[in-house]
Nanobody, 123 residues
């Protein structure tokens, strides 16, 4: 089972940017679909973005479309977050799905999860 470690979170003002990284213990893009999810205090885990195996398709939630960009190569997956808003504040998790979908927004479909990285956007 692949191991995942997120980094890159922090405190940023509204309108700022952050880039989250997800480091895998092995080749990830060629073997897994990878998703980013987030969870704010008192709320359910929410789908943010996903990249299918070999990067053949990419998905975003409506709330981040046009602001966030997911990319990946070899054992790394990134989430570039621009125009951040206070409502983006959450713990962000990356996850790997060996089955490669079909529903990339469904957290239960993912086999491996990182420990999460905190993103805080101040107003």
């Amino acid at each position: 089972q692949v191991q995942l470690v997120e980094s890159g979170g922090g405190l940023v003002q509204a309108g700022g940017s952050l880039r989250l990284s997800c480091a895998a213990s092995g080749q990830i893009i060629s073997n897994y679909a990878v998703g980013w999810f987030r969870q704010a205090p008192g709320k359910e885990r929410q789908f943010v973005s996903a990249i299918a195996r070999n990067g053949r398709s990419i998905y975003y939630s409506d709330s981040v479309k046009g602001r966030f960009t997911i990319t990946g190569a070899e054992n790394m997956v990134y989430l570039q977050m621009n125009s951040l808003k206070p409502e983006d504040t959450a713990v962000y998790y990356c996850a790997a799905d060996r089955q490669d979908g079909p529903d990339y927004s469904r957290s239960a479909g993912y086999d491996s999860w990182g420990q999460g990285t905190q993103v805080t956007v101040s107003s």
